[in-house]
T-cell receptor, first 113, second 110 residues
Framework: DQQVKQNSPSLSVQEGRISILNCDYTNSMFDYFLWYKKYPAEGPTFLISISSIKDKNEDGRFTVFLNKSAKHLSLHIVPSQPGDSAVYFCAASESGENTPLVFGKGTRLSVIA | AAGVIQSPRHLIKEKRETATLKCYPIPRHDTVYWYQQGPGQDPQFLISFYEKMQSDKGSIPDRFSAQQFSDYHSELNMSSLELGDSALYFC?????????FGPGTRLLVL
């Protein structure tokens, strides 16, 4: 049973446009959410996170939105750049520090110049 | 900035052999996590340690064991290796909620 779902395996976006990656979750105990970017043969790189007490967190070109009632979060990348092409993983954890992450299956983003 | 270090980066073993993977967390991070990522899959949590004590246990086979040492580095010991153990093994460390991942060890079991 996949508790974190990324229903789009891939996404193509033109350079300069907005990329929107979506993530849904089923476990109502999750209260901390993260996005990671992963290149082949490398470990996941932390991008941005959001706590359940917020509905938006912004860091440069990256913004994460959380809709707790819909159990949905999204990552917006504006403007998209070719270097953003990678697999993006959504992850979630239950309350408290030192708790394991549950990952979605990832979305492969291709930014076309 | 210092990152999580994993060794070796690549490992080839035969079935029924043993393997030891090492992880050196970011300095001052007190929690270490191990994840396994099979081909085309999402990372799956195996086990974690906080202040050298086992903290959480996920889908780790009984053939695997792990520990965290006094210098906070961790080792994942894998015995009686099976073909299905071929995967990327990631270590992550944290001081609070955010986990930072190492580059991974790619294990191939022949």
């Amino acid at each position: 049973d996949q508790q974190v779902k990324q229903n789009s395996p891939s996404l193509s976006v033109q350079e300069g446009r907005i990329s929107i990656l979506n993530c849904d979750y089923t476990n109502s105990m999750f209260d901390y959410f993260l996005w990671y970017k992963k290149y082949p043969a490398e470990g996941p790189t932390f991008l941005i996170s959001i706590s359940s007490i917020k509905d938006k967190n912004e860091d440069g070109r990256f913004t994460v939105f959380l809709n707790k009632s819909a159990k949905h979060l999204s990552l917006h990348i504006v403007p998209s750049q070719p270097g953003d092409s990678a697999v993006y993983f959504c992850a979630a954890s239950e309350s408290g520090e030192n708790t394991p992450l549950v990952f979605g299956k990832g979305t492969r983003l291709s930014v076309i110049a | 900035a210092a990152g999580v270090i994993q060794s070796p980066r690549h490992l080839i073993k035969e079935k029924r052999e043993t393997a030891t993977l090492k992880c050196y967390p970011i300095p001052r991070h007190d929690t270490v996590y191990w994840y396994q990522q099979g081909p085309g899959q999402d990372p799956q949590f195996l086990i974690s340690f906080y202040e050298k004590m086992q903290s959480d246990k996920g889908s780790i086979p009984d053939r695997f064991s792990a520990q965290q040492f006094s210098d906070y580095h961790s080792e994942l010991n894998m015995s009686s290796l099976e073909l299905g153990d071929s995967a990327l093994y990631f270590c992550a460390s944290s001081l609070a909620e955010t986990q930072y991942f190492g580059p991974g060890t790619r294990l191939l079991v022949l």
